[in-house]
């Protein structure tokens, strides 16, 4: 068997009989096994799923975010889609400037300015309401989480 044919598939006509006429269909027939069908999908699928695939099929590409790893972090998926949705957030530049005095950190989002302002200009804190327990958090789920596992009911 030639090189080439061990990465695409062979196509064979197949005779099929139905009682008075003969039909002629192509197969796709991978090249390491007995494995046959005539629809590629499935075809281009057993390939991808197979052990006995020794090249990536484009459905198992990984792509790497090259703007990332510039900046020292890390991004990878196998859907191009999610990959295109993640370049568009690179493009897409912090406007929305924190509205505290003296602070200069931008946002690309208004939920995004909110947790900051929660987290570092915010005077609110949840505290423990047990007797003799000093805990306290800006944020209410930390609170839940506290309860549940240092004063379970």
Do not use: W
């Not at 005779?15 to 027939?29: F, Y």
């Not at 099929?57 to 999610?82: D, I, N, P």
């Amino acid at each position: 068997m030639s090189s080439d044919s061990a990465t695409n598939s062979q196509l064979i006509l197949e005779e099929k009989e139905n009682d008075t006429n003969v039909s002629k269909r192509k197969v796709h027939q991978c090249p390491d096994c007995e494995y046959s069908t005539p629809e590629l999908y499935r075809y281009k699928r057993h390939r991808a799923s197979s052990k006995h695939n020794n090249g990536l099929e484009e459905s198992h590409k990984t792509f790497v975010c090259e703007l990332c790893k510039a900046e020292g972090k890390h991004y990878q998926t196998q859907h191009s889609t999610h990959y295109k949705t993640h370049l568009e957030n690179h493009k897409s530049l912090p406007d929305i400037a924190c509205t505290e005095a003296n602070c200069t950190f931008m946002f690309k989002t208004q939920s995004a300015l909110a947790k900051h302002l929660n987290s570092f200009h915010s005077e609110v804190e949840f505290k423990c309401s047990y007797a003799n327990c000093s805990f306290t958090s800006k944020y209410k789920a930390n609170l839940t989480k506290h309860l549940k596992q240092k004063h379970p009911a």
